[in-house]
């Protein structure tokens, strides 16, 4: 049990929609990240946030937009759904700071999103 | 960039015999953290084990243990006395030691898929 609880588990969109998924942390971690994992492949780094802003970002499109709140949890926002949005969508908290700490990563289950 | 290469899509064991996954990653840093995590049908991402790229000694952790190889840029994971509960898929990550503020920026292999055979 991590603590790390992402909701919806499951969920599916018709393309051209917009999907919100939701990220409560461990307790006590200030930083959460996001991942996004296509069938038979590696998670591919979304963004992070840290303290409410966004301090990272992978190569993802714009529509793809998160927001950290005080409390620490977190959603990830994706408009213009298109197919290949079809993933299992990862959140990861830790505690780190802006220098570079090295906080272990937390994942939950994920959001498995599915887009027809 | 970064990249990690995980060549073997699927391995299998024997329940009580060991295995190696392998792993090797393209860098120009230095400094930077490699690690292995395992990911069951439940979905949920468990770190096995972690490596900081300084330290020459291998990390072990229990049953498991990596060969890391700096100059060759290779970081394989061995399983010992393997477990039904080790089926799984495996990732090996890489990490820069240094973001200035995206810390947790992993870049994943593709994953070896585990399977132990009673």
């Known amino acids: 049990e991590t603590g790390v609880t992402q909701s919806p588990t499951h969920l599916i969109k018709t393309r051209g929609q917009q999907v919100t998924l939701r990220c409560s942390s461990q307790s006590g971690h200030n930083t959460v990240s996001w991942y996004q994992q296509a069938l038979g492949q590696g998670p591919q780094f979304i963004f992070q946030y840290y303290r409410e802003e966004e301090n990272g970002r992978g190569n993802f499109p714009p529509r793809f937009s998160g927001l950290q709140f005080p409390n620490y949890s977190s959603e990830l926002n994706v408009n213009a759904l298109e197919l290949d949005d079809s993933a299992l969508y990862l959140c990861a908290s830790s505690l780190a700071d802006r220098g570079g700490g090295t906080g272990e990563l937390f994942f939950g289950e994920g959001s498995r999103l599915t887009v027809l | 960039a970064q990249t990690v290469t995980q060549s073997q899509p699927e391995m299998s064991v024997q329940e009580a015999e060991t295995v190696t996954l392998s792993c090797t990653y393209d860098?120009?840093?230095?400094?930077?953290?490699l690690f292995w995590y395992k990911q069951p049908p439940s979905r949920q991402m468990i770190l096995v084990i972690r490596q900081e790229a300084y330290k020459q000694q291998n990390a072990t952790e229990n049953r498991f243990s990596v060969n890391f190889q700096k100059a060759a840029k290779s970081f394989s994971l061995k399983i010992s006395d393997s477990q039904l509960g080790d089926a799984a898929m495996y990732f090996c990550?890489?990490?820069?030691?240094?973001?200035?503020?995206?810390?947790?920026?992993?870049?994943f292999g593709t994953g070896t898929l585990l399977a132990v055979q009673p």
């Open positions: 990550a890489y990490r820069r030691a240094h973001y200035g503020g995206a810390t947790n920026k992993l870049i």
């Open positions: 860098t120009s840093e230095s400094d930077y953290y």
